[in-house]
């Protein structure tokens, strides 16, 4: 059916799956990760101009946060260590990017604070996310140039609602 291809994650007595086969068959007591349509923007050039950097050493999580971010019209690009995401991120001049906490060569409070010592950068929204609920880590992030810092949770969505609010505001 048509809802079944919003579904984007399935969670089945503590195991994950991260978009399931199109014929799995939904049980009684399986938790669902769901996406809400959003229509097209016929215009690829606003599409263009509306670009995310990820940069997460997860390959499900970071084709997870990139598929989210599509749905909600941004153009995501990716990397999978600091040193990348770095690079990335100062090649591409996104609206945003949300950096992993803990990543392979540069950590996320590095790549914050490199962002941060060119002030041609600064409008350049950068999001921590982290599983870390430490408020040092959060300060350390803040002082390094992070405009938010997220908590990981089950609900994939939220990082994604945070960046939008964070750029609308």
């Not at 590095?110 to 599983?131: G, H, M, S, W, Y």
């Amino acid at each position: 059916e048509h809802w079944q291809q919003n579904i984007l994650g399935l969670r089945r007595k503590h195991k994950d799956v991260i978009l399931p086969a199109p014929d799995t068959r939904i049980h009684v007591g399986d938790r669902l990760l769901m996406v809400e349509s959003i229509a097209k923007d016929s215009d690829e050039d606003t599409t263009a101009e509306k670009r995310v950097v990820i940069v997460e050493d997860n390959p499900i999580v970071l084709g997870l946060y990139a598929r989210l971010f599509k749905r909600r019209g941004f153009t995501p690009v990716t990397a999978d260590n600091g040193r990348d995401g770095l690079e990335t991120i100062l090649r591409e001049k996104p609206l945003a990017a949300v950096i992993d906490f803990m990543l392979p060569v540069l950590s996320g409070i590095e790549i914050c604070r490199q962002v941060r010592a060119d002030p041609a950068n600064k409008d350049i929204r950068l999001v921590l996310f982290t599983a870390d609920e430490q408020k040092e880590t959060r300060c350390r992030a803040m002082e390094a140039g992070a405009d938010d810092v997220v908590v990981k949770s089950a609900d994939a969505s939220k990082i994604i609602d945070r960046v939008i609010t964070m750029l609308e505001a």
